[in-house]
């Protein structure tokens, strides 16, 4: 290469840098900024839900008043994260900026008023909406709007987890079953760490799980990061962890066609999911299901964080699948993955009593590898582990993120992911 | 789906499971030994040269002995890498088993007098040559000796360097640029994992790696996983990292021509990288750049363990360039990572007095960027960078190792990797 060419080529790279950072820095701001205001939002309401349990009577009403404006002002908004899916394989009309509003403001009336949603369809849509947005301001060629809307999802991902280098991953991982392209991987991992870092910068803090598990010792007494028996019963644990994303999946799938034939009026619906959950309450005798689930409202309540210690469990994962199908199946907004975090760690926390697997280590791995199987993401689900429970056991957590993947079928939560290359 | 249709699919999966059992364990077990032999060795050797510095003086001619080997009974394993990854996109002649001797025999006798080469070449060599054999006993077929072969290359990497992830992703990535398929998954991830095991339980201990820094506080005084300030120097580094990788693939590439114009016998041009060895030996006056790098003859000699500590290091990753070019475009046996590691250790060492930045973090970037870099495998050295040196500073890591991807063009060292994704 001559020293003129070099010029010309740095020159010319410096401009493409310059023009992404325009682009990309205010879009990630944005994106970070929205997600703190969501988390803080859902960290309020979630303290009111718990301070006043009738408010989960009013859970029909609320979930009609979202579907009446889903109704009037939503338009093709409503397609949610399959629309930015589709839009990154088809660049066509662009995601709809009233999106991330529609979705920041469903989503927490849903979390008030006790709907067993999550987090990271409100962050993902979030983040593809304002990612449309910005492409259309700045003109993007259509590659450009691919590469744009991918970064969005990364931004909105990494933020609302606190997981920027999974939140990358992840926009790259969830486009397609079984290959990944890495053309937006610098764009998407800027966008991610930057729009993580904005939304630390508000104050907002994420949950810490605390895994003392540092290995098992061998015949000697040595500790390696893999001990050949825990790795089977982690392997065993997974295919139950994939099963359990195959059933989930399949269930939110077969049941909205029944709920669609049952009430043809689509803001109808939630109601029938609202009247669901107030039954499962009286059911299960618990309103542990209700919300996020992440702490739970008493000491040692079903919750993420208490699924890493030993408890009396057993049938929490199942439960809190009953919940979320019912409210996921008739069009609550928020997103599944936290529920399939509470899903895979309560598993986990059940399985490893009957497979002798220390509890912390199971908690962490079906925390993942349940996401891992119904996303159809492993990588980025082997990164989240890392990023939240540390590099001690990463042997376990890939094999678990790994195997639940290859045992979760090609259906997955995300209709709009395409099967690039089968699974087996 | 039905329960018999269910008993069906796990019939027929066990027995799936139960065949790849078959032939992954044995397949493992295997390549775990052969590298833990050849880690052995090399110990020996590394020892046996610096206690012996007159051996050096024999270099060209054991180059000529090695060259003469592969000349009387190499036939196609003069291919070494690249024929596996071709074996893996055209399933075809396969691998010869005779590669796995040859290699590491060879690999040897280059350490012992001093060549400044690696080991990857090497393992992944041992791992498909054996693969490949396992797949011709086992009659599988074209799709099922990809899988065989790429698990093979994912054990020999993660058995040799302790890093099974990084070992079953890496063998993921390095057969195209810009794509990755999901197929073999789990199979290399299990025989990565398997090998490493195996190796260690062979009583095989890899070096570590003492990386204190623990993030940078910011304005507030509180530490988290992300300095903007911190991040952006580690930014600028990571571009000298991927030209790095650059130059050093470029000159290899173009050095190599030139020598074969200028000895037509291939056997002899061994001989050429032993006396210009000789010559770097004298011009630098260290012998710190022979053989491979990784602890120092001397308390503060150059070496990869030495450059996590503040040092006169300054234009060690240049001369240790300048050692490995010359015997790998004359035709030494053993690869190029250890000696990238040593090339990215090395320019992060200088880098971070340059840019402010702690040393031990920017040596263990440089340390798996520029093998990022110059092997296009920037999520395989992500896991590599986390596996050695834990998860703190991931989104360092990844960062340099994604913009050292960026950095680097399109040849690699690999030269039958395919571009299916052009980066930019």
């Not at 009738?54 to 093709?76: D, E, I, K, Q, T």
């Not at 991982?173 to 910068?201: K, M, T």
């Not at 618990?286 to 996020?292: A, E, I, N, T």
């Not at 290859?406 to 087996?424: E, T």
Request: hydrophobic share 50%; aromatic share 10%.
């Amino acid at each position: 290469m001559t020293l003129s060419r070099l010029i010309v080529t740095s020159g010319a790279n410096i401009r493409v840098i310059l023009k992404w950072g325009c682009v990309l820095v205010p879009m990630s701001a944005c994106i970070g900024t929205l997600c703190a205001i969501f988390l803080w939002l859902l960290d309020q309401v979630t303290a009111c839900r718990i301070a006043h349990p009738g408010l989960l009577w009013l859970l029909p009403l609320a979930g009609v008043a979202v579907g009446l404006a889903y109704h009037g002002f939503g338009r093709c908004a409503e397609g949610g994260n399959n629309l930015i899916i589709d839009q990154i394989h088809e660049p066509g009309g662009g995601v709809p900026l009233r999106m991330a509003p529609l979705v920041l403001v469903s989503t927490v009336i849903s979390h008030l008023f006790g709907a067993s949603v999550g987090r990271e369809g409100t962050a993902v849509q979030i983040g593809g909406s304002l990612a449309s947005g910005f492409g259309r301001l700045f003109r993007l060629e259509p590659h450009e709007v691919r590469i744009v809307l991918t970064s969005g999802i990364a931004a909105g991902f990494g933020a609302v987890f606190g997981t920027p280098i999974a939140g990358a991953i992840f926009a790259l991982e969830v486009l397609s079953i079984g290959q990944i392209n890495y053309r937006p991987l610098l764009p998407a991992a800027f966008s991610s760490i930057f729009a993580d870092w904005v939304c630390h910068s508000w104050g907002i803090h994420h949950t810490s799980y605390r895994v003392t598990f540092g290995g098992a010792p061998d015949w000697g007494g040595s500790v390696f990061h893999m001990n050949p028996i825990l790795l089977a019963k982690v392997g065993v644990a997974a295919v139950c962890f994939g099963l359990a994303s195959l059933l989930f999946a399949e269930s939110v799938h077969r049941l909205t066609p029944v709920i669609r034939r049952t009430c043809p009026v689509a803001w109808l619906r939630p109601a029938i999911g609202g009247v669901l959950t107030i039954a499962l309450v009286h059911c299960v005798g618990s309103r542990d299901y209700l919300g996020l689930g992440v702490v739970a409202a008493t000491q040692d309540g079903a919750s993420i964080v208490n699924f890493f210690h030993t408890g009396d469990y057993t049938w929490s994962w199942l439960y809190k699948l009953l919940f979320t199908v019912a409210v996921l199946a008739t069009g609550y907004k928020g997103g599944e993955v936290t529920p399939l975090f509470f899903i895979g760690a309560g598993l986990g926390n059940t399985l490893s009593g009957l497979l002798g697997v220390p509890v912390d280590l199971l908690a962490s791995v079906g925390f993942v590898a349940v996401f891992a199987g119904a996303a159809n993401t492993p990588l980025a689900c082997t990164f989240m582990g890392i990023e939240l429970f540390g590099a001690t056991n990463i042997v376990y957590i890939a094999t678990g993120c790994f195997v639940a993947y290859l045992c979760s079928g090609h259906s997955g939560i995300y209709l709009s992911q395409r099967v690039r290359v089968a699974k087996h």
